[in-house]
């Protein structure tokens, strides 16, 4: 059987299967900044991520929810586009990079680390002009006079 017209590597895995696989080590690389994988892997990951990325960079709802549906945590995709996605504006293409790290000692299948090439720990993001109000005067609340209970009314009467 030939492969003409088929894209992306299979993993011996069936469809679903696949795209979870894809999508929760896209989820992963988005929270740690960086995972080791196997190297097929992560040349699969690496195009998955970049487009993402170039799509949370737009900031619109519309890939916002895009964003939100090819990833499994909610929290991962609002980290994407609210803190990864402003520090690599900078940046047109080519947000990951690939090492090869060592084998794996069971199969001996070549290992890969994929990271961010930019270290987001140490960029900042954008400076946002926040407009600080002084601070309002705290007034002291009055205390109300406690209403006497029954049992104290009953004991006032007599």
């Known amino acids: 059987m030939h492969r003409h017209g088929y894209k992306g590597r299979k993993f011996h895995r069936q469809r679903d299967q696949r795209s979870m696989l894809i999508s929760g080590l896209a989820d992963e690389l988005i929270r740690r900044q960086a995972i ?7 040349k699969e990951l690496m195009s998955y991520v970049d487009k993402l990325i170039t799509k949370a960079k737009k900031s619109d709802l519309h890939n916002r929810r895009q964003i939100i549906a090819k990833l499994p945590s909610l929290t991962a995709a609002h980290q994407l586009v609210d803190e990864i996605a402003p520090k ?19 199969d ?11 270290d987001l720990s140490a960029m900042a993001a954008p400076a946002e002009v926040v407009k600080e ?25 007599l």
């Open 36 to 42: 080791e994988t196997t190297l097929p892997k992560a």
């Open 88 to 106: 690599l504006k900078e940046r047109t293409s080519g947000y990951l990079r690939i090492e090869k790290t060592s084998l794996r000692k069971g």
């Open 108 to 118: 001996n299948t070549q290992l890969a680390r994929i990271s961010f090439v930019d």
């Open 133 to 157: 109000d002084a601070p309002a005067e705290v007034k002291p609340e009055k205390k109300i006079a406690e209403k006497p209970t029954s049992k104290a009314k009953q004991s006032l009467k």
